[in-house]
């Protein structure tokens, strides 16, 4: 089992930045692929950024390219998104996930197999 806690999130007027965080319990994180997922009102869940177990590789959806940044800090079991240059339609809950079975980036929910309960981030206009 794993357990994900999101933190991070708030309120932002447009242009601002905020970091969320992942902080991971019990199996070796360091093993996983790990994504970053949100879900604004009344939408599907959509990918956001997807980061290898190294970190050496790392996925965008086109939406957030050159604004957000995936990392993570295996010796913390902590991933990170930094979100600079935020827009409302960045509203959302921001969900972390695990992949510990296909370890690719994939963008799709159904590779992700462990989620955390969320963290809401409003963007004001």
């Known amino acids: 089992q794993v357990q994900l806690v999101e933190s991070g999130g708030g309120l932002v007027q447009a242009g601002g930045s905020l970091r969320l965080s992942c902080a991971a319990s019990?199996?070796?994180?360091?093993?996983?692929?790990m994504g970053w997922f949100r879900q604004a009102p009344g939408k599907e869940r959509e990918f956001v950024a997807a980061i290898t177990r190294s970190g050496g590789n790392t996925e965008y959806a086109e939406s957030v390219k050159g604004r957000f940044t995936i990392s993570r800090d295996n010796a913390k079991n902590t991933a990170y998104l930094q979100m600079n240059s935020l827009k409302p339609e960045d509203t959302a809950v921001y969900y972390c996930a695990v992949d510990s079975t296909f370890l690719r980036l994939g963008v799709r929910r159904s590779e992700y197999d462990y989620w955390g309960q969320g963290t809401q981030v409003t963007v004001s206009s």
């Open positions: 019990g199996r070796a994180f360091s093993s996983y692929t």
